[in-house]
């Protein structure tokens, strides 16, 4: 009895992808996309690098390229294209050494004029090919070796314009021949008419298929289709040709009149060359390559060594995707694992399926510009990411556990989730007992035991809210010394929590520099770094104010990041005046605005980045006059700091 079915069998996976691959991880790429972005790259450029980069588990279109470039590299440096000439000067040497020894023990004088004929033959292989046309060999070794002359060059070639005929020419006898020089006359007859534009050359190009398709195992359904083929290999050939030196190709031209005993291919195959020359002036007939290596390589060998360097540069440029327009899915994936094997075929794929689901799940949207930005939907994702970094750095530095809370007790958000270690909050009772009903269900135990996985909690709410207002220093320092991603991954965390736990607060997310600007999170993360001069803290905290009175009914809370003492201030007629070092005007202003902030009862945090000691005093300072408090994470801890800051006040 079978195992199985009749019709069925089980076999590698090749109509199209691999159904049971593992999906794209997007949130892995998403993350270094966004990272990227936060650094002032544009999204286009960050979804380009990650494509050129690559992914943990796949490799990126740079290293596609390095591989194709030692490939193209080491077949340039292991070959040479003198094969064909070298195997006809060795039979050449050996059939004259048979005949040789043919001829010496035989004492008659027509033994010694042989002997004087072969002595006198010119030094040059083609030359010495053809004065040997004539002559009658006593030899049948020597005979032997001189037909293999012929046929080899006849089956090179053949199969420098028409791939695998040195193989199929195996062999070949008269009637062979002439099959080939009638396909030949054939196939130029064609394209002279389809050059005159004849009107039945489709009826022409299916008989000649009828007759001689054979010839032709890339079976073309046209007649263009059959001149692209022909004209790629042609131009192979021809650039073959052009990279040898001037005494090889013309020893080559001499030799191909002694093509299988009949100078008729020679003749059918140039006629046919230039017949593809002009047909497709637009391939590459003209360059050349230089060949350093010891392995050499016939006539066929050589024009595929071509395709290949011709195939590995228009593969380059696929993976280069520098041209307008350009998507993975114009990478010839035969073509690519033809030449670097399976496995850079699956790699291109991988790239190709997470460049298309990243488009496709709505991460990237066109801007009012036309240029490409994250979505709202890839910035939550991102925000999320950057949370949970935060809440782990929370968790490992304090022990905290309520940073990851909904709320403290309070009005229930109708949600639920699972109890963790160390959560206040009530009991979810009909939510509980089910779990553990299900749970013992599934084990087939009909007591029903209850266990600390199956609790689950209310989720709540604060009662109270608060406006928030964040203030970021964009100066060219936090640039310069790599504070600009942290801060930024600072501004998601924030926003992801206040956005998911505490939706009733109000943030409000201000840059300063040489001046402040409100800015909403996408222009945050798409901020890039430009050479300012400039610390207006004065009129970032003015911009906070007016945030803070548009709630009254909420708690305060300023948190301001910044790696300088103010430099700046804004005059009555909105310029920024800039001094260094800081001027006591630019400090009383600041000042200024600090107390008024205090009246409206917010304590200012403050998150200094940076170690001078005119900083640190004026920090101090603020911190003093408003009841707040300064903070100096390292770049790591930022975003902890800043959220644990955050959650600490609103408790409080």
Do not use: C
Not at 78 to 89: A, K, W
Not at 414 to 435: H, K, L
Not at 516 to 536: H, K
């Amino acid at each position: 009895m079978p195992l199985l079915p009749e019709g069925y069998s089980y076999g590698p996976w090749h109509d199209g992808p691999d159904p049971l691959a593992p999906p794209a991880d997007l949130r892995n790429a998403l993350d270094e996309i966004g990272r990227d972005v936060l650094e002032g790259a544009s999204p286009r450029s960050a979804l380009e690098e990650l494509l050129r980069r690559g992914t943990g588990q796949t490799a990126g279109l740079d290293e596609l390229t390095r591989r194709l470039w030692q490939r193209r590299s080491e077949i340039r440096r292991r070959h040479r294209l003198d094969g064909t000439l070298e195997e006809v000067r060795r039979l050449l040497r050996e059939a004259v050494e048979a005949e040789r020894r043919e001829l010496f023990p035989d004492p008659d004088d027509e033994a010694r004029f042989r002997e004087a004929q072969l002595d006198a033959l010119p030094p040059g292989t083609a030359a010495a090919v053809r004065e040997l046309t004539e002559y009658d060999w006593r030899s049948e070794e020597a005979r032997g070796k001189y037909a293999q002359i012929r046929d080899l060059l006849g089956r090179e070639m053949l199969d420098a314009r028409f791939q695998g005929m040195k193989q199929a020419m195996e062999n070949a006898g008269p009637q062979d021949v002439e099959r080939i020089n009638q396909m030949l006359g054939d196939l130029n007859a064609l394209l002279a008419a389809h050059a005159r534009g004849a009107a039945d050359i489709g009826e022409r190009f299916a008989e000649f298929m009828r007759q001689h398709g054979e010839f032709f195992p890339e079976n073309p359904r046209n007649v263009d289709e059959l001149i692209d083929v022909l004209a790629a290999r042609s131009a192979a050939a021809q650039r073959m040709l052009n990279s040898m030196s001037d005494e090889q190709r013309a020893e080559l031209a001499e030799l191909a009149q002694q093509a299988f005993g009949d100078p008729r291919l020679a003749r059918q195959l140039s006629a046919l060359d230039a017949q593809l020359r002009a047909l497709r002036p637009g391939e590459d007939w003209t360059s050349s390559e230089r060949f350093r290596g010891q392995d050499p390589l016939g006539l066929g060998e050589g024009a595929q060594a071509m395709s290949d360097l011709a195939e590995l540069d228009a593969l380059a440029e696929q993976l280069g995707q520098s041209y307008p327009g350009a998507r993975l899915e114009d990478i010839d994936l035969e073509a690519l694992e033809a030449q670097l094997g399976p496995d850079a075929g699956v790699d291109a794929r991988r790239l190709a399926e997470l460049e298309r689901e990243l488009r496709r799940q709505g991460l990237f949207e066109r801007a009012a510009d036309g240029t490409l930005r994250l979505s709202p939907k890839a910035l939550r994702r991102l925000g999320e990411t950057a949370l949970a970094d935060v809440v782990n750095a929370l968790r490992g530095k304090t022990g905290d556990r309520e940073t990851e809370s909904a709320g403290a007790a309070g009005e229930p958000t109708g949600a639920s989730r699972e109890w963790r270690f160390g959560d206040t909050q009530p009991w979810d009772v009909p939510r509980t007992v089910r779990n553990a009903v299900l749970r013992s269900a599934a084990t087939g135990s009909r007591a029903v035991r209850l266990d600390v996985e199956d609790v689950e909690v209310v989720e709540t709410e604060h009662r109270s809210r608060a406006a928030v207002a964040l203030l970021v220093d964009t100066s060219w320092s936090m640039v310069s010394e790599g504070r600009w991603l942290p801060m930024k991954r600072t501004a998601l965390a924030l926003h992801q929590l206040i956005s998911t736990r505490f939706r009733n607060d109000a943030l409000q997310l201000i840059t300063f520099g040489r001046y402040a600007t409100s800015v909403e999170l996408p222009e945050l993360v798409g901020l890039e770094g430009t050479w300012e001069q400039g610390t207006n803290a004065h009129h970032a905290l003015l911009l906070a104010g007016r945030h803070l009175r548009r709630h009254p009914d909420a708690q305060p809370v300023v948190l301001m990041v910044t790696d300088g003492e103010p430099t700046a201030h804004l005059e009555p007629d909105g310029a920024a005046e800039f001094a260094y070092p800081p001027e006591p005007r630019t400090l009383h202003k600041t000042l200024s605005e600090v107390d008024r902030l205090a009246k409206l009862g917010a304590a200012i945090t403050v998150f200094r980045l940076g170690d001078d000691p005119r900083l640190a005093a004026f920090v101090d300072l603020i911190a003093r006059r408003s009841g707040g408090r300064v903070v100096a994470p390292d770049l790591d801890g930022l975003g902890a700091a800043v959220v644990g800051d955050y959650l600490r006040t609103r408790r409080r």
